[in-house]
């Protein structure tokens, strides 16, 4: 068994190397490619790669922690404060991302004086933009929680703090792994936009190296590669803890 998933998946690896190949030839200017001219800019590079990973995981952590405070929200008994959650969910899911970053940073940001702080505001509007989605997944993973459970915490006098902290947040945790490991690939992937607003990332340098070096192929080529070198990971770890929790459940 092990052998036959080998041989096809050389047999894939075989493909993907003759279509590079035959790209390549086939590429008008391929005796003009300079990738050289991109060295003086590694560092340059590099900063603006780890800037990327690092929004990414802080855009993760905040947008999880506010997603979780729009499901409380959701499930409110005051009718008032689910309208909030409900025209700030129908807010981001009828803009377009790029369209969401520049109002807060145009209309959030700039007067609150945080327009020369554009890290700081582009990770703000980035998380508030990736709440509603996080939120979803709350939803979806709460419905692990059977009603027995739910039951049982009534009748043992349970607050609400101890049914989170206790019974469900363990719970639903577990399950939100292999959702919030993909949804941060999307992240990764949606930085890009960040560009936009002038947040130094990966994309925003390399479009500078491109201006000075005019390796403008190149440049993206490379930005090609150095995001795959983040997703890609990331896309076998989703799979991974999709494994795992397929086991879990079974257990």
């Keep these: 068994m092990k052998t036959n998933k080998l041989f096809?998946?050389?047999?894939?690896?075989?493909?993907?190397?003759?279509?590079?190949?035959?790209?390549?030839?086939?590429?008008p200017g391929r005796d003009n490619l300079q990738f050289s001219a991109l060295l003086p800019?590694?560092?340059f590079i590099l900063s603006g790669w780890l800037t990327t990973v690092f929004i990414s995981?802080?855009?993760l952590l905040f947008s999880t922690i506010l997603g979780f405070g729009l499901y409380?929200?959701?499930?409110?008994?005051?009718?008032?404060?689910?309208?909030?959650?409900?025209?700030?969910?129908?807010?981001?899911?009828?803009?377009?991302?790029?369209?969401?970053?520049?109002?807060?940073?145009?209309?959030?940001g700039v007067p609150l004086g945080l327009?020369?702080?554009?890290?700081?505001?582009?990770?703000?509007?980035?998380s508030l933009y990736m709440?509603?989605?996080?939120?979803?997944?709350?939803?979806g993973a709460m419905e692990s929680i059977d009603d027995l459970q739910?039951?049982?915490?009534?009748?043992?006098?349970?607050?609400?703090?101890?049914?989170?902290?206790?019974?469900?947040?363990?719970?639903?945790?577990?399950?939100?792994l292999p959702p919030l490991i993909g949804n941060l690939?999307?992240?990764?992937?949606?930085s890009s936009l960040l560009n936009f607003i002038g947040v130094q990332e990966i994309y925003n340098q390399l479009t500078s190296a491109q201006s000075s070096s005019f390796a403008v192929v190149e440049g993206y080529f490379m930005m090609f590669l150095l995001y795959l070198l983040i997703t890609v990971p990331l896309i076998r770890l989703t799979k991974y803890f999709e494994r795992r929790v397929s086991t879990w459940n079974l257990s």
């Design 41 to 43: 800019f590694s560092n």
């Design 8 to 27: 096809h998946g050389l047999l894939a690896f075989l493909f993907y190397a003759v279509l590079v190949i035959g790209i390549y030839l086939l590429y």
């Design 57 to 59: 995981i802080v855009t």
């Design 72 to 108: 409380l929200l959701t499930k409110s008994k005051h009718l008032y404060l689910r309208y909030i959650a409900s025209i700030f969910n129908e807010i981001v899911f009828g803009s377009p991302t790029i369209v969401f970053f520049l109002v807060v940073f145009y209309f959030i």
């Design 185 to 190: 690939t999307f992240i990764v992937k949606g």
């Design 131 to 139: 709440s509603p989605y996080m939120k979803n997944l709350f939803l």
């Design 115 to 126: 327009g020369q702080q554009r890290l700081l505001v582009g990770i703000i509007a980035f």
């Design 150 to 176: 739910l039951q049982a915490m009534r009748v043992f006098g349970f607050s609400n703090s101890q049914k989170y902290r206790y019974i469900i947040l363990p719970q639903i945790l577990k399950l939100m």
